[in-house]
């Protein structure tokens, strides 16, 4: 079964400082990986879970 979602919002850190940024990612969720605690699109991108500040689900 296909998650879908209509947007998850995470942080993504900054690599040369200290704090960084919120980023909206659009797509479908392909799995919950439960051992890494992410969520996997299907076009393979993961997101932790503990990066995750919003969920937006599509309705039916």
Known sequence: MVL???S???FVPD???SGGK?????GLVRI???YA???VFTDGVRIAV???AKLD???K
């Open 50 to 52: 503990a990066d995750m």
């Open 4 to 6: 879908r979602l209509k």
């Open 15 to 17: 690599e040369k400082k």
């Open 8 to 10: 998850v919002t995470y």
């Open 32 to 34: 919950y990986d439960s």
């Open 37 to 39: 605690g992410e969520l």
């Open 22 to 26: 919120y980023v909206e990612k659009l």
């Open 57 to 59: 689900f599509m309705e």
